[in-house]
Structures are given as C-alpha cells and as structure tokens.
C-alpha cells in the first residue's frame, strides 16, 4: 500500500538565479514536494519515530533555499538527496520549485521545475 507526505505551496524567500541581479534582489519560491513511504505503522502507533516528520522536510527546504544557485534543477537535487539521506525509507520523491518573479517578459504566476526520483531497487 502507498502512503504519501505532502508539502504543498511552501513560500520561501531566495537567490537563485543565472543573472547577477536574481543573486542580490531575490524573489519568493513555492515549493511542493510529494513523498511516498509506508505510513502503515505510525497510523497504528500514533509514535513520531514510525512516520517521516513534515517539520523536518520542511526545515531541510527552508536550509537548502538558502544556499544560492543558478539553477532550480540544481536546488532541487540537493533537496531530495538530503532528504532521503534523512529519510532512507522513503521510496519516491518529488518536488516542484516555482520562481514567482522570473526576469522575463509577459504576465506570469511564475516559471517552474519539477524533479522525481524514485529510490525503489530495480528488480
């Protein structure tokens, strides 16, 4: 049976960006990721030790938006490797970063990317 975390439309100020000027304004990024991981034994126990703590998933968003880079694929990487080395249950990760004000022509709510990685052994 799949169980999913869900982190939906985190809102976090940051600098990423290939122009100079992305690095020293910034602009607002939504984050929304979706983890699968048995959640079976937590619904039974109601123990913390037995789930995936969103507060922990959402401290590592918050820490890797801080560090500045130029592309968003890169800060998502960075983002489901340090969560699943945290989480090595978890079995499949994915997680959109949308840029609110990119420098680009036209109205827009925003520009955005998204990377999944499952963690599942081939068989």
Do not use: C
Not at 3 to 30: M, Q, R, W
Not at 41 to 47: H, I, P, V
Not at 72 to 85: F, N, Q
């Amino acid at each position: 049976m799949m169980s999913k975390i869900f982190l939906d439309e985190v809102k976090i100020y940051a600098y990423h960006g290939v122009l100079p000027e992305e690095n020293s304004i910034g602009t607002y990024y939504i984050l929304n990721a979706e983890i699968h991981t048995d959640l079976w034994n937590a619904s039974a126990s109601d123990d913390l030790r037995d789930t995936i703590s969103y507060a922990d998933i959402n401290h590592i968003l918050h820490d890797e938006m801080k560090v500045k880079s130029k592309l968003l694929e890169h800060v998502a990487g960075r983002i489901i490797s340090k969560v699943h080395e945290k989480f090595p249950q978890i079995d499949y990760i994915k997680l959109k970063i949308t840029k609110t004000a990119p420098p680009m022509k036209g109205e827009m709510k925003g520009a955005s990317i998204e990377l999944e990685r499952s963690f599942k052994p081939e068989n």
